[in-house]
Structure formats: C-alpha cells, structure tokens
C-alpha cells in the first residue's frame, strides 16, 4: 500500500519513462549504435545518445534510427544534428576544417617541443668546443708559473 | 636567425592560445548551443489533447507562432503557465501560441490543464520527434517564428514577466 502511494505521488512529479523503437536488423542497429555513441545527448552532461538513460536521448537515437533506415549516411545523420546545436553535438570534433586544428595542435606542439628539447642538449656541446678568448695577462701567469 | 624563429613561434603559440582562452571566457559551459535561429521551422504533424485533431504548423502559415515546450513535471513551467496564458489572451488574435507537450503523459498533463486552465491548443508530442527536430534542450523553452516560417529566436527558460514575453513578441510581429 505504502509503495503504491509513493509511486502514485513520484510519478506526479517526474518525466515518465518512454519506450525507444524497436531496433533494425543487426548490421544497421550496429551502425546506429556506433553513430549514438559518437553523438551528445542534449538533456545530459557529457553523455551519448547510445549511452544515455534519459527519453530525450532515447528520441534522439530514434531519430538516428529513422535517419539510419532512409539510407543516410553517417555525416548527413551528423549534419542534423549539428544543424541544431552545433558542432558541440559531436563527441568528437570532425576531422576537416577548423575542427582539424584539434587533432593537428597537439602532435604539433610535441614536435616542437622535442625540437626545443634536443636543441637544448646540444648547446653545452657547442660551447664546450668554443676556445676561449685570448687574455694577455692570463698568457703572461701562465708564462710566470711555468718558470 | 634562430631567435627570430623562436620568438616567432612563441608569439603564434601564445596568441593561439589567447584567442582559444578569449573565446571561451564569459560563457556558460552547460549553455547547450542553438542553430536553428534563422533558419525554416520544421513541419509537424501531432494531435490537440483536446480533441485528437491533428495540427501541422503549415496550417499557420502566414501567422507568426509561438510554440511553448512544456511539462507537467517540470517546476518552472508551472510557473510559466500563467504568463503565457495572460499574454496569449493579449496577442491571441495576432499571434499563433501552440503548446508542446515533453516527455509526458496524456493523463498528467489533461489533470494539470483542467486545474489551471488552457487558452491556447495543446498538443501531444508522444516519442518526442518534434522536440528532437526543434533541437529541444529542457524545458520550458518557446520558439518565436515568424510570418515566414522562420525560426527568429528561442528563449530557453521560463518567462516569468509578461512584459518581458510581449517584448519578444513584437520582434516577430513586425
């Protein structure tokens, strides 16, 4: 009785969970899946559509679904959804255009980095073969002691 | 030679870094982007909760419509209820207001609407598809759309003025 009154007084107060659509057949429910994965729920933080318990990312993977079995391919099922919330939808940033700066900057800055290193271990090298510059008064010690 | 490169490379690092750091400044992480502001409303085909008829947004075309996503469940829609039904009363002979039902039930929201009231048609978004098409992000969020079918703005959070609401209004009655 007690459970019964406690959930008639929960559900007046959350979302009611909804049921996603049945899945494809296992080749395009596999590509769904893996196209969920890389797409930002937009009622959560930080969570795929696929990995996400929330109903809004569960319509959102039906829509992938939808998309799926019109034959779209996988950047035409992105573009809709950065069409509406931009490339902050994605998972991961795409690989072209600006978005490659995110993938190249690192790599790039670790080769300029080891270039910094490597340069500076081959300083004490250098200067270590530099003579030193003449000193007069060095040469005439030197011609004292020897005396 | 050499210093002039490094000093080069070290001045684009750190302006690089300048720009990434200054763009992101000032802004709210959890703001989920919004870009379909200027660009066609998606049509839509659900039903009135009221009398099961099935509403499209093309059946306004040439009206300028406002459409609300709500819930029962969610504290500052209730909130918001109100404000939209006093300016919906104010603007209803100009402007189309249309209500969206998110993530809810028919019973709930039928319960919610015969308590507080209704002034404009509700409508049943049952799998979410036209909240998922809006690019929806929580609710309650209204969508302003203009006489030519175009998304002029989204507000993403409840109004709670009606002042305010009239003010953005007349952006889509002009």
């Known amino acids: 009785m007690i459970a019964l009154m406690l959930s008639l007084v929960l559900a007046q107060g959350y979302a009611p969970p909804r049921q996603g659509q049945d899945p494809l057949d296992a080749a395009r429910e596999e590509r769904v899946q893996r ?25 959102q993977l039906d829509k992938v679904r939808e998309l799926v079995a019109a034959g779209k ?67 005439q010690v030197r011609k004292d002691l020897e005396k | 030679m050499k210093r002039g490169i490094a000093v080069t490379v070290s001045l684009v690092l750190v302006a690089g870094l300048i720009f990434i750091l200054g763009n992101a400044f000032g802004k709210d992480p959890h703001e989920v982007p919004f870009k379909l502001a200027g660009k066609p409303a998606p049509n839509f085909h659900i039903k009135r909760l009221d009398n099961d008829q099935v509403v499209s947004l093309s059946d306004y075309a040439g009206k300028p419509v406002v459409l609300n996503f709500w819930a029962t469940w969610c504290g500052p829609c209730k909130y918001e ?30 319960s919610f609407l015969r308590e507080n009231g209704w002034n404009f048609p509700q409508l049943f978004d049952p799998k979410s598809t036209v909240a998922v098409d809006y690019g929806v992000s929580g609710v309650p969020e209204t969508y302003f759309i203009s006489r030519s079918g175009i998304i002029v703005k989204k507000y993403p959070a409840p109004f709670t003025d009606p002042e305010k609401f009239s003010t953005e209004l007349e952006e889509i009655l002009r």
């Open chain 1, 73 to 139: 391919t996988d950047d035409e099922i992105f573009d809709y959804f950065v069409d509406r919330y931009g490339e902050w939808a994605l998972m991961e940033p795409r690989k072209s255009g600006v978005a490659l700066a995110v993938w190249v900057a690192p790599l790039l800055l670790l080769v300029i980095g080891l270039f910094v290193v490597l340069n500076s271990f081959k300083k004490p090298t250098a200067t270590a073969q530099i003579e030193a510059p003449a000193d007069d008064f060095l040469d």
């Open chain 2, 81 to 110: 209820h109100p404000v939209l039904d006093a300016v919906s009363k104010e603007y209803g002979d100009r402007v189309v207001f249309l209500g969206i039902v998110f993530e809810d039930t028919e019973s709930n929201t039928k």
């Open chain 1, 35 to 59: 196209v969920g994965k890389l797409l930002r729920c937009a009622v959560c933080q930080g969570v795929s559509i696929a990995d996400s318990p929330a109903s809004m990312a569960r319509a």
